[in-house]
């Protein structure tokens, strides 16, 4: 799957003050990315809110995103949850044709361990479809261990990538170290990005990149090309930046930004809210950095 590779961006969906879907806000910020060198888009993820939208709202954000896009980028689809046979059914039912692979969590609550992780995705597989496995301990309450998503890798061809977000950083190290050479991995991190694309991973599938698409692709591509001081001076450019925008949880931070470069409204669903007043002052200070 090197056709991913690069950076992904986890959209955001922008919302209207009334808290419809801003479908113009979605095209801007779909066109921007496109034109900044984002290499994919990730659709209804996580940052995403997509667990705040209703299914008619999930299909016309889809359709929309594959309208915009126009096939200039290749796409991923978020379809995730803690009910195998339901995103198995999901998987199976939804029209997967615009998209290269399905970005599936581990599932969340229920709180499997590992041979359930195992037996959940072996589940998947079982579809047929290029699954992208997310591990997200922070979110789900359970991390996929390094031998299970081996383990998976090696019996299961279209399992082709795990989005790795794990907060101990040995673990990529490990599956980068062990994996088949046909299994990928990109950063779930945006701060982990750099030291894991220049060990051997695809790259990212970030938050900050859409924000920062020009700048966070390029410190990609040349940490592809191992060209490791000029990616680090990217790198360490946008530590401060992108600490900041997960301070308060994810996506109140990187839509602060995206509202302060005219690109949405600043606009959130429940239970999450936009950032705090103090915090936004942060990141708008810190943006007059890249300005």
């Not at 299909?59 to 594959?66: D, F, K, P």
């Amino acid at each position: 799957m090197n056709i991913l590779k690069g950076v992904g961006v986890a959209l955001i969906t922008p919302f209207n003050e009334d808290l419809s879907v801003d479908f113009d806000s979605l095209t801007k910020l779909i066109n921007y990315n496109i034109e900044n060198g984002t290499n994919y888009l990730v659709v209804l993820g996580t940052t995403g809110e997509a667990a705040t939208l209703t299914t008619d709202e999930k299909s016309a954000v889809i359709s929309h995103i594959i309208k915009i896009n126009n096939k200039r980028l290749p796409m991923v689809l978020g379809i995730g949850g803690n009910n195998t046979m339901d995103v198995k059914h999901q998987i199976e039912n939804t029209d997967l044709s615009a998209f290269e692979a399905v970005l599936s969590v581990s599932p969340y609550y229920n709180k499997p361990n590992q041979e359930g992780i195992y037996q959940h995705y072996k589940m998947l597989a079982s579809t047929g479809k290029n699954i992208i496995i997310y591990n997200v301990p922070g979110r789900t309450g359970q991390n996929i261990e390094a031998s299970t998503t081996l383990r998976l890798a090696k019996d299961f061809p279209n399992l082709v990538m795990i989005k790795e977000a794990a907060p101990n950083i040995l673990q990529y190290f490990d599956i980068l170290r062990q994996k088949n050479s046909a299994f990928n991995l990109v950063s779930g991190d945006d701060e982990f990005t750099l030291p894991v694309t220049l060990a051997g991973g695809n790259g990212v599938i970030s938050v900050i990149g859409q924000a920062y698409p020009k700048e966070f692709s390029t410190m990609v591509q040349l940490a592809l090309d191992k060209k490791v001081d000029e990616a680090y001076k990217i790198h360490n450019s946008l530590v401060e930046i992108t600490r900041l925008i997960f301070a308060e949880g994810n996506p109140c931070g990187v839509k602060t930004i995206l509202a302060e470069k005219g690109l949405i409204k600043n606009y959130l669903r429940l239970p999450l809210v936009k950032a705090s007043e103090g915090l936004q002052e942060k990141i708008k200070a810190e943006m007059l950095k890249f300005s």
